[in-house]
């Protein structure tokens, strides 16, 4: 059965701010292994925060998703929940609600967590990461922890540097990509790993 992917979230999606505009999702796609190549469709909205993601996701990914193929749903969360003043109930309420009606509609769930920002946000961010863990391991939902790994990643912090700070470049957008691949996104779609 064909796979069809629908990822939804911020501008980290699309990839803004990677000069070879592959962003973390063209990387994990060319490195997916299927007998064909999955349709992958990122639906990106700048800016967004997870209030606004859950308010929009069902009107714009059913419409996506095809009765002959293996549908599948890829939340990957920004950092804009912090700065738009959102509480973590609130954010973990507005992922909850997602994930909830995504199981109803049986569309299997795999969710990417907010990477490091500026240091300023860091500690808030932290919170915001394992406020959305607790959410996904009660549903037993695949999380990919990018928060953490990346906070004093070297390569990560030089790639912030050298941009705006905010996004990141060609680099942080392969470490994103290595951390999903690495976090059971192959078992989760019911593929091989090409592991390395």
Known sequence: ???????????????????????????????????????????????ETSTQL???????????LDPASDNRLVVALGRHDNAAGLSLARSRLNLAKILDAASQRQIPSFVVGPPPGPPEANMHLAALSAAFLDVTDRRAIPYVETFAPLVAHDQWLADLASSDGVLPGQAGYGLIAWLVLHTGWHSWLGLPSDAD
């Open 54 to 64: 859950a308010a929009r996701w069902e009107t714009e990914v059913l419409p996506r």
């Open 1 to 47: 059965m064909a796979l069809r992917i629908v990822v939804v979230g911020d501008e980290l999606v699309a990839g803004v701010g990677d000069p070879k505009a592959l962003g973390w999702v063209g990387r994990v796609v060319a490195r997916t292994i299927a007998p064909e190549p999955p349709m992958v469709l990122p639906l990106a909205m700048p800016a």
